[in-house]
């Protein structure tokens, strides 16, 4: 009789698995796909595949012809934080023009511009929470968000979608009790802030999920270009309203919050988080200057031109929104614009994140993509 | 250091012939040939007295009228806190131009927006494909001569 | 003795015709697909949360489109996301109702014009039972939409079953559009 030999275990096979996340799903903020390898639970490679909400606003601009016409598609970009993306628009444009704006101008314009990224703020919190399992944050910061969108409203006729600064100066004049329902609104959020701090960033289940993950080292920050809390996050104090101030932001007061590492390392999820919550507070100190500074009277459109006299030239304009450096490059000729780009600050904050999400486990990734706070329109334009 | 100084050290040290552009109105640029690009490129990274650690913004452009395609790099040293707008261009029918991605990580996805919407190759790059519209797309937007396509995977683009 | 008969005053029974009991139930928990494109999708977010607050309707978000029971198609649709929403839309089970939010998934809104990448209207893929118009519509105008919806649920009937294949829409079907 033959021996009998026992069969040779088979070596056990490790192999990587392939899975698709998005472009639906609730976790993505918006059409994100990412294609994630994995190794069991752990992320050996992401690959983000983005252009699912492609919208051709360069092809707009340079297509439409006229300087004006663009506003409406600048609030488009980035629907979250819209008045920052037509902030930077008409400065680049007046930069490109030589004009002067009044000071009634400029101060509502940081006035608004602030409200805007406290907004913004409060939804990528809302959100970053609703990613990690805490759904009443989400709902209180929405309570505060309408308030916000109360006055701009009034403001502008709009709530999501302003369409409110034009080159020169604003649309339409300015309400009268503006003034006082922002100051209604600052000292009623200031406790809310407290409140929030409560729910979320000291909730031990919230650091478990966020403190040392996605770790994001200030050399890697500054190789990626990345800019606003994603930097600051990682340490790197560099603000725009700071740093290269644009409008009336150097008459400011403030400070330039940045992450310690204080529930982990320096740049990590928690210390990206935590700088939206401090820059919060930070904007209720200049909305707060800014009141009390800003001309009682005086025209909005004074300096608006009839129609616009296109210079060839070109220029790039940076400025900070609420996700960071947000830059159009405008390449000008007599008849109109003739390309112009918009860097937004998603676009390339979202190409980091190969880099810090290896070595995750999925769940983590989930946390790692909202820290980030992408809106989907401004990665893909 | 302005565009002027930039220049100027540039051609005092390495012996060039850089010279800036200017226009109408805003900022001026230098020109450099796509030959030489890679080597200023990390030239300007590298230097102590430039340091440009910060690519802000990497676009590519079409010149209809000269039949060239161009890429225009923003630069910024947040050590120095100095900018310098630096372009290269290339005639059409052969636009390529080197990668600077191995010197700022952040020119990858600015390079693929580039290729994808203007056409233009970047010879180095790690992975060049299309990156917002569809791999089978066909043709390049933001040409001023682009026509856009009738139907996409059977469904028509059209109103 | 039969039961017509009977009193039923005293017990808790309700008669009703079978078609409305199953429209009522219908009609009342709308689960709508968490799901959000663009600008829209923030105003459809901003009409779940505190301050409109879709659950009192009976409307909750599910996060799989085999669990959902109304597609909200909130923003503008790229030619690379039109074939995921047609699957997505496949995945849903019946009876299976959409709802087109905002101008861009209506026609195209803003960018009909030199979007290239941007489908002219999502009713081009998958049939559309109401559209809400507005760029973006207020979140009022999204929950009148859901009224809309509704009010067409509640006038179906069994016999003649809703049709849902793209084919017969075109010509059948005749959308509500909300003032
Ligand atoms: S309809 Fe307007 S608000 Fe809605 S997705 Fe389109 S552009 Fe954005």
């Known amino acids: 009789m033959a021996p009998v030999t026992s069969p040779q275990p088979a070596a056990i096979e490790n192999r990587t698995m392939t899975i698709n996340m998005g472009p639906q799903h609730p976790s993505t903020h918006g059409v994100l796909r990412l294609e994630v390898t994995v190794d069991g639970e752990v992320v050996t490679k992401v690959k983000p595949d983005i252009g699912y909400l492609h919208r051709c606003f360069e092809k707009y601009a340079e297509s439409l012809g006229d300087y004006a016409k663009v506003v409406?598609?600048?609030?488009?970009?980035?629907?979250?934080?819209?008045?920052?993306?037509?902030?930077?628009?008409?400065?680049?444009?007046?930069?490109?023009?030589?004009?002067?704006?009044?000071?009634?101008?400029?101060?509502?314009?940081?006035?608004?511009?602030?409200?805007?990224?406290?907004?913004?703020?409060?939804?990528?919190?809302?959100?970053?929470?609703?990613?990690?399992?805490?759904?009443?944050?989400?709902?209180?910061?929405?309570?505060e968000r309408e308030n916000i969108l109360r006055i701009l409203e009034k403001v502008s006729g709009a709530r999501l979608l302003y369409n409110y600064l034009c080159v020169?100066?604003?649309?339409?004049?300015i309400p009268t009790d503006f003034t006082s329902d922002t100051w209604e609104f600052v000292t009623s959020f200031r406790p809310k802030i407290k409140e929030l701090n409560d729910l979320l960033t000291t909730n031990s289940i919230f650091i478990d999920r966020t403190a040392n993950i996605g770790v994001l080292p200030a050399e890697v920050a500054l190789n990626y270009s990345a800019s606003g809390p994603m930097l600051r996050g990682s340490g790197v104090s560099w603000d725009l309203r700071k740093n290269d101030p644009y409008s009336i932001y150097d008459r400011f007061e403030f400070n330039v919050p940045v992450g310690q590492g204080e529930m982990g390392t320096v740049g990590d999820c928690w210390d990206r988080y935590i700088v939206r919550v401090r820059e919060m507070e930070e904007s209720l100190k200049i909305i707060e200057q800014a009141l009390d500074q800003m001309p009682g009277e005086g025209d909005v459109k004074e300096a608006v031109p009839r129609r616009?006299?296109?210079?060839?030239?070109?220029?790039?304009?940076?400025t900070e929104t609420p996700r960071g450096e947000l830059g159009y490059y405008i390449i000008s000729e007599k008849s109109g614009p003739y390309r112009i780009k918009a860097r937004t600050p998603s676009f390339v904050n979202l190409s980091i994140l190969p880099a810090i999400s290896k070595g995750a486990l999925v769940a983590d990734l989930v946390a790692i993509v909202g820290s980030i706070d992408i809106v989907l329109g401004g990665v893909d334009r | 250091m302005t565009t002027e100084e930039i220049t100027e050290y540039l051609n005092r040290e390495y012996g060039g012939n850089l010279d800036p552009t200017y226009a109408e109105a805003g900022d001026s640029w230098i020109t450099v040939s796509p030959s030489v690009l890679r080597e200023v490129a990390k030239t300007l990274r590298d230097d102590k007295n430039l340091q440009?650690?910060?690519?802000?913004?990497?676009?590519?452009?079409?010149?209809?009228?000269?039949?060239?395609?161009?890429?225009?790099?923003?630069?910024?040293?947040?050590?120095?806190?100095?900018?310098?707008?630096?372009?290269?261009?290339?005639?059409?029918?052969?636009?390529?131009?080197?990668?600077?991605?191995?010197?700022?990580?952040?020119?990858?996805?600015?390079?693929?927006?580039?290729?994808?919407?203007?056409?233009?190759?970047?010879?180095?790059?790690?992975?060049?494909?299309?990156?917002?519209?569809?791999?089978?797309?066909?043709?390049?937007?933001?040409?001023?001569?682009?026509?856009?396509?009738?139907?996409?995977?059977?469904?028509?683009?059209?109103? | 003795m039969g039961l017509l008969d009977k009193k039923y005053h005293d017990s808790n029974i309700i008669i009703v015709s079978l078609e409305s009991a199953l429209n009522w139930a219908r009609k009342s928990s709308l689960w709508y697909e968490q799901f959000g494109l663009a600008c829209c999708a923030i105003e459809m977010m901003a009409t779940a949360a505190s301050d409109y607050d879709f659950d009192r309707f009976g409307i909750i978000p599910r996060s799989s489109p085999r669990q959902a029971d109304v597609m909200i198609v909130a923003g503008t649709v790229t030619m690379k996301m039109a074939s995921r929403i047609e699957r997505l839309y496949e995945q849903m089970s019946e009876p299976r109702y959409v709802i087109s939010m905002g101008s861009c998934s209506n026609s195209g809104g803003?960018?009909?014009?030199?979007?290239?990448?941007?489908?002219?209207?999502?009713?081009?893929?998958?049939?559309?039972?109401?559209?809400?118009?507005?760029?973006?519509?207020?979140?009022?105008?999204?929950?009148?939409?859901?009224?809309?919806?509704?009010?067409?649920?509640?006038?179906?009937?069994?016999?003649?079953?809703?049709?849902?294949?793209?084919?017969?829409?075109?010509?059948?079907?005749?959308p509500i559009e909300v003032e």
Not at chain 2, 58 to 66: A, F, P, R, T
Request: a negative charge; aromatic letters at 10%; charged letters at 25%.
């Open chain 3, 110 to 174: 803003p960018y009909w014009e030199h979007g290239y990448h941007v489908l002219k209207g999502v009713d081009k893929v998958i049939p559309v039972d109401v559209y809400v118009p507005g760029c973006p519509p207020r979140p009022e105008a999204l929950l009148e939409g859901f009224l809309k919806l509704q009010e067409r649920i509640s006038n179906e009937t069994i016999i003649e079953p809703r049709e849902t294949e793209q084919e017969s829409t075109e010509e059948e079907k005749e």
């Open chain 1, 72 to 143: 409406p598609y600048t609030d488009r970009i980035d629907y979250v934080s819209a008045l920052h993306q037509e902030m930077g628009y008409v400065i680049a444009v007046e930069k490109l023009l030589e004009l002067e704006v009044p000071e009634r101008v400029e101060y509502m314009r940081v006035i608004l511009a602030e409200l805007q990224r406290i907004a913004s703020h409060l939804l990528g919190i809302g959100t970053f929470g609703l990613d990690l399992g805490a759904f009443t944050p989400f709902l209180y910061c929405f309570i």
């Open chain 1, 168 to 173: 020169g100066g604003l649309m339409r004049d």
């Open chain 2, 52 to 159: 440009f650690n910060n690519l802000m913004c990497l676009s590519g452009i079409h010149y209809q009228k000269e039949n060239e395609l161009g890429v225009a790099y923003h630069l910024h040293s947040t050590i120095h806190d100095h900018k310098l707008v630096m372009k290269v261009r290339v005639p059409e029918d052969n636009p390529v131009v080197p990668s600077v991605e191995s010197l700022w990580k952040t020119a990858n996805w600015h390079e693929r927006e580039a290729y994808d919407l203007v056409g233009i190759t970047f010879r180095g790059h790690p992975g060049l494909l299309r990156i917002l519209t569809p791999q089978d797309w066909e043709g390049h937007p933001l040409r001023k001569d682009y026509e856009q396509q009738e139907s996409y995977r059977n469904v028509s683009t059209g109103i």
């Open chain 1, 308 to 318: 616009i006299r296109s210079k060839e030239g070109e220029v790039y304009v940076r």
